[in-house]
């Protein structure tokens, strides 16, 4: 179901703060998240970027387990 609310709500790319809303964790977990390498974002600017597409990978890796 929150594959389909991503899907959904956000354009092809999100800022930090509303891939943090789309996956409801903290700015500091979502940095982690790019740090360990769970995630796939990149820098524009001083600020992170993330292909919608990557989130709902990120979502269904994590549903699988």
Do not use: H, P, W
């Not at 389909?4 to 509303?18: K, Q, V, W």
């Not at 409801?24 to 390498?37: A, D, G, N």
């Not at 989130?55 to 994590?62: H, I, K, S």
């Amino acid at each position: 179901q929150r594959q389909m609310c991503i899907r959904d709500r956000y354009d092809s790319i999100l800022s930090t703060a509303e891939a943090c809303e789309a996956l409801k964790v903290s700015r500091t977990y979502f940095y982690k998240l790019i740090i360990t390498k769970k995630l796939r974002a990149y820098k524009e600017g001083r600020a992170y970027r993330i292909a919608k597409s990557e989130l709902l990978d990120y979502v269904n890796r994590r549903t699988e387990n």
